[in-house]
């Protein structure tokens, strides 16, 4: 999977008079990769895959049917958490206090793309003054209209965040929480948690977090953790698999390397590394 984010792609089935329509949602969450890329979707490709905007700006996504046939397109925009296990909820009962979706607007709310077409869609914000500094996020979604013939047709939306990213001092701080030994369905692991203290949205990459195992002074194991986003305020929690092998004693360093501030946006200060220890038990081999 390619894409300047996270894809993640749920299938849901829902009921329209007699005909059963398979709706395709891709969510892409803002984790670092490939400069340039774009969501692979169904019927649909969209690009840039986040906009990050100061607080009163316009950007623009370019809207492209890779599809032999018209698509209708329908752009909407939407709240969006993520969990603490890094998954996206769409359309919450709460919103977040950092929500930017009351500040944005799109044009135009349809798009009519012909085979092989791009259209340009503009996302205005208009921040308040009032608004605290950092980053507020919302999404934008794309929604084609059902297509097939017969009982089943389809439709992709895909969601894109949006980030505002307001004036004032931008503050960025990661805290390693806690790390400990838990139970899981599938085994032992290893719960880490890190929370974003700042006021910017921080986007960890594949292996950016890392935990190494040692015993007086020797290296019994190493885990990667994978890439996630944590919003401003919030945080996030790693579940590691820990190997049957592993038991006794051990110390449980963890290493977290930041983006670089070119990646966090414009304005980011630069944060360095962190790292901290923790004393473990890792529980008994079988």
């Given amino acids: ?17 007699a005909a059963l329509v398979l709706a395709s949602i891709c969510l892409v969450l803002a984790a670092p990769s490939a400069h340039g890329a774009t969501p692979e979707a169904t019927s649909l490709a969209v690009s840039p895959t986040r906009l990050l905007m100061g607080g009163k700006a316009q950007g623009m996504f370019e809207v492209t049917n890779p599809t032999n046939r018209q698509l209708v397109v329908g752009v909407s925009t939407a709240d969006f958490l993520l969990r603490a296990n890094g998954t996206a909820v769409v359309s919450p009962k709460v919103p977040s206090a950092r929500s930017a979706r009351k500040w944005l607007k799109v044009s135009p709310a349809t798009l009519r793309l012909a085979p092989g077409a791009t259209a340009s869609l503009r996302v205005t914000s208009n921040a308040p003054k009032k608004a ?32 505002v ?20 369905k599938s085994g032992r692991t290893l719960r880490l948690v890190v929370r974003n203290e ?54 449980g360093l963890v290493r977290v390397r930041p983006a670089a501030a070119t990646l966090a946006g414009q304005g980011a200060p630069h944060l360095r590394p962190l790292s901290k220890a923790f004393r473990l038990r890792l529980g008994d081999s079988r």
């Fill in 132 to 163: 605290s500094p950092g980053d507020h996020h919302a999404l934008v979604q794309f929604t084609t209209a059902p297509t097939g013939s017969g009982t089943v047709r389809t439709r992709t939306q895909i969601g894109l965040p949006v980030l």
């Fill in 1 to 17: 999977m390619s894409g300047l984010g996270a894809l993640r792609a749920l299938q849901l089935l829902a009921r329209r008079g």
């Fill in 198 to 251: 700042g006021n910017i949205n921080e986007r960890l990459a594949r292996r950016a977090v890392s935990v190494k195992l040692t015993r007086n002074g020797k290296s019994i194991g190493r885990l990667a953790a994978p890439a996630r986003t944590i919003l401003p305020g919030e945080r996030t929690v790693y579940s590691l698999p820990l190997a049957k092998s592993l038991a006794g004693a051990a110390t």
């Fill in 165 to 184: 990213r307001t004036e004032g001092p931008l503050l960025r701080k990661l805290a390693i929480a806690s790390l400990r030994v838990a139970q899981a």
